[in-house]
């Protein structure tokens, strides 16, 4: 993802992350230590398992959530809000707007992308929902096309990886 105009709110915020993020990493802390991994949603890959700073259920499943600054990446076997199945670069042109990210996130992420991570015989949880992080306008504008499909409860925090095996 390209870098985004921040205001100076958000850039105080983001290098406070990063430092943290930085402290961490020089005292061990990381995955190999099953401690959180605060970093930038941009790096969100596939199987990744994360927490946000909103809760699952604060989204909405009919629009692509614009995705926030940071997320805690964790390990899958430790409580966790969402796990990240599928990660994609839209392609250049002009910004489809709201309306039109959302079947670009559906196209992308539905179907065989999704049946192929959790498995064909699956048996999902009922209340498992799909969410979409992607771009606003803005950072649209700055260059950033990824959009990011994950599964939640919303009801709260899970353990355990949805990859089939």
Not at 82 to 104: C, I, K, N
Not at 116 to 126: R, T
Request: with cysteine; glycine share 10%; net charge negative.
């Amino acid at each position: 993802m390209s870098a985004l105009p921040r205001s100076p709110r958000s850039r105080a915020a983001h290098g406070a992350a990063l430092a943290l993020a930085l402290f961490l990493g020089v005292c061990g802390a990381g995955p190999a230590s099953g401690a959180a991994v605060f970093g930038d949603t941009s790096d969100i890959e596939v199987g990744d398992c994360f927490n946000a700073s909103v809760a699952p259920k604060e989204y909405r499943t009919d629009k692509v959530t614009q995705a926030p600054l940071t997320v805690d990446t964790v390990p899958c076997d430790q409580p966790h809000q969402s796990e990240a199945y599928a990660v994609f670069t839209l392609p250049d042109g002009p910004y489809p707007g709201e309306a039109g990210l959302l079947p670009l996130a559906r196209e992308k992420c539905g179907g065989k992308v999704l049946s192929d991570y959790v498995g064909a015989d699956a048996k999902l949880s009922a209340t498992l929902t799909e969410y979409f992080f992607g771009p606003g306008a803005d950072n649209w504008k700055a260059g950033d096309r990824k959009l990011i499909c994950y599964l939640s409860e919303p009801a709260g925090k899970t353990t355990g990886s949805l990859r089939a095996a």
